[in-house]
C-alpha cells in the first residue's frame, strides 16, 4: 500500500496554495495517496506517513495558522517524514539570495531542530496589486518589489519529485 501524505499550508492570497496543490500534483503522479488542504483544516495526522508544510512568508515569519499547526503538531511530526517550504520573495535570481540567506523562520528554527525535516525549500511568490491591502500596496511600492508571478513551477515540481523518491525508498 502507498504512503499517505499530507501536504498543509497557509496561504494569505493563494500564492502558496497553487504552490501546495502543484507539490501534492507531483506526489500523486509518482503514485502516493496526497491530501492537500489548508493547515487550519488538516486535523489528525495519524493516517499519514509523511508531511508537507509551507506557508507564505511576510516580515520574516510563516502565517500564524502554520505556525499554530506546527506547535501544536510538533511531537506528531517528529515521527514522520516532514519538509518544509516557504513562499514569498518575488523578482528573478535565488529567493534564498534574495532574501539575504533566509531559508526559514529563526523563531520555528529550534521545532524544525526537533522534528529534524528532511528538506526545508523557499520559493518563489506573487504580488499581485489587484488583491493586497492599501497599507500592503504602501509598502510593497516603498520597496520597489517586483511586481507579478515569479513562482518556479519546474522548481517546485522537481522538489515535490525528490520527495516522491524518497518516499517510495
Known amino acids: 500500500m502507498a504512503i499517505r501524505v499530507l501536504v498543509a499550508y497557509a496561504t494569505k492570497y493563494g500564492a502558496t496554495a497553487g504552490i501546495a ?12 495517496q496526497v491530501d492537500v488542504t489548508p493547515v487550519d483544516r488538516a486535523g489528525d495526522l495519524t493516517p499519514y506517513g509523511a508531511v508537507v508544510l509551507g506557508s507564505a512568508i511576510y516580515v520574516g515569519q510563516w502565517r500564524k495558522e502554520a505556525t499554530a499547526f506546527l506547535t501544536a503538531n510538533e511531537q506528531a511530526l517528529s515521527q514522520r517524514a516532514v519538509w518544509f517550504f516557504s513562499s514569498g520573495p518575488t523578482g528573478k535570481g535565488d529567493p534564498v539570495q534574495l532574501m539575504n540567506g533566509f531559508r526559514f523562520p529563526a523563531d520555528l528554527q529550534p521545532i524544525a531542530n526537533r522534528i529534524h525535516p ?16 492599501l497599507p500592503e500596496k504602501l509598502i510593497i511600492k516603498g520597496i520597489k518589489a517586483p511586481l507579478g508571478d515569479f ?19
Open 151 to 169: 513562482r518556479d513551477w519546474a522548481a517546485i515540481s522537481s522538489w515535490a519529485e525528490g520527495i516522491a523518491s524518497e518516499l517510495k525508498k
Open 118 to 133: 528532511r528538506d526545508t525549500a523557499f520559493f518563489h511568490g506573487v504580488i499581485d496589486m489587484k488583491r493586497v491591502s
Open 21 to 32: 496543490e502543484k507539490v501534492g500534483e507531483g506526489l500523486r503522479r509518482a503514485g502516493l
